[in-house]
């Protein structure tokens, strides 16, 4: 089957991957276009994570206050050019992680943002729920508490809020799938969340 130009366009269009590799993958799943879109964003994310190591010193800072102003957020996000920085996927994929931040209320980006101290502080609460299992049982359930104390307090490990819209993806999983689309290292660098009275 040929691949017209104009396919290879709209293939780019959705997916601001570039002329060649949509041409390619539109030729390698027989011009179907659904198939063609899973591949790229396959090889997408394979290559965002060799981009993992690049510096990311360009970004944006967005902001959400929620309805009634009780609720705000700042967040930085950092890319590798400014030509990214005010693209409307990057600044999108900011703002839904500032409304994020505001709902969720995380405390720390990534799992090695975590203390150690407050890390043990909460492994030595979960060892004494747990005081009257056998010591190599209640050492694994201290770990699963662990593991589900992290999904509730690390940004990179929660579904965003908007479950619907983005069908319970994480944190992670959305940023790895902006790398993925831009081309570029994506960090979450820092954020802010502010209550009133709190």
């Not at 981009?51 to 590798?80: F, M, P, Q, T």
């Not at 900011?94 to 909460?122: I, K, Q």
């Not at 689309?181 to 979450?188: F, Q, R, Y």
Request: proline share 2%; net charge negative; hydrophobic share 45%.
């Amino acid at each position: 089957m040929s691949v017209t130009a104009a396919d290879v366009k709209a293939l780019r269009d959705s997916t601001g991957a570039g002329m060649m590799d949509c041409k390619k993958a539109l030729e390698e799943s027989g011009g179907d276009i659904d198939a063609a879109i899973e591949q790229l964003r396959v090889k997408g994310l394979a290559k965002a994570a060799k981009r993992g190591d690049r510096a990311a010193g360009e970004g944006i800072v967005v902001s959400y206050i929620h309805a009634g102003g009780s609720i705000g957020a700042l967040v930085e996000v950092n890319c590798e050019t400014d030509f990214v920085a005010r693209n409307d996927d990057f600044t999108g994929f900011a703002r839904d992680l500032a409304l994020h931040v505001a709902a969720a209320a995380p405390l720390h980006v990534s799992d090695a943002d975590v203390p150690e101290e407050e890390r043990e502080a909460e492994l030595r609460v979960f060892r004494e729920i747990d005081a009257d299992k056998p010591e190599d049982v209640r050492e694994r359930i201290a770990e699963g508490r662990i593991a589900k104390w992290l999904d509730e307090v690390v940004l990179l490990r929660q579904p965003h809020v908007n479950a619907d819209r983005f069908d319970g993806r994480t944190i992670e999983e959305l940023r790895a799938e902006i790398a993925a689309k831009t081309g570029e290292n994506i960090v979450i660098r820092r954020f802010a969340r502010f209550a009133v009275g709190s």
